[in-house]
């Protein structure tokens, strides 16, 4: 099983700076893509960002030139850093990995998510 801890949510005024992070553990063999995804109560959980192995990024149109995700693969941790923070980035951002594991039977592909943490961006 893959877990994943996510850290670093919190309340900042509009205009102001978070940085996210979320540590992957367990019997990971490979990661293939890392990622951030944030949900508001009431609508589907939309991609803010994500990582491939080989360093490729994406981001939504929204936080295009303010969010930035990196990832550090020896410590299979990514990090989003997000600046110009909006109201309308209130949400919960939500990691998520995909990739390889071992397990008793052999090597097979995993998907998981963390736990969730809470953005608020409020004066």
């Known amino acids: 099983q893959v877990r994943l801890v996510e850290s670093g949510g919190g309340l900042v005024q509009p205009g102001g700076s978070l940085r996210l992070s979320c540590a992957a553990s367990?019997?990971?063999?490979?990661?293939?893509?890392m990622g951030w995804y944030r949900q508001t109560p009431g609508k589907e959980r939309e991609l803010v960002a994500d990582?491939?192995?080989?360093?490729?990024?994406n981001y939504a149109d929204s936080v295009k030139g303010r969010f930035t995700i990196s990832r550090d693969s020896a410590k299979n941790t990514v990090y989003l850093q997000m600046n110009s923070l909006k109201a309308e980035d209130t949400a919960v951002y939500y990691c998520?990995?995909?990739?390889?594991?071992?397990?008793?039977?052999?090597?097979?592909?995993?998907?998981?998510w963390g736990q969730g943490t809470q953005v608020t961006v409020s004066s």
């Open positions: 998520n990995s995909r990739g390889l594991r071992s397990f008793s039977a052999g090597i097979g592909s995993f998907g998981s």
């Open positions: 367990g019997s990971i063999v490979r990661i293939n893509s």
């Open positions: 990582i491939s192995g080989g360093g490729s990024t």
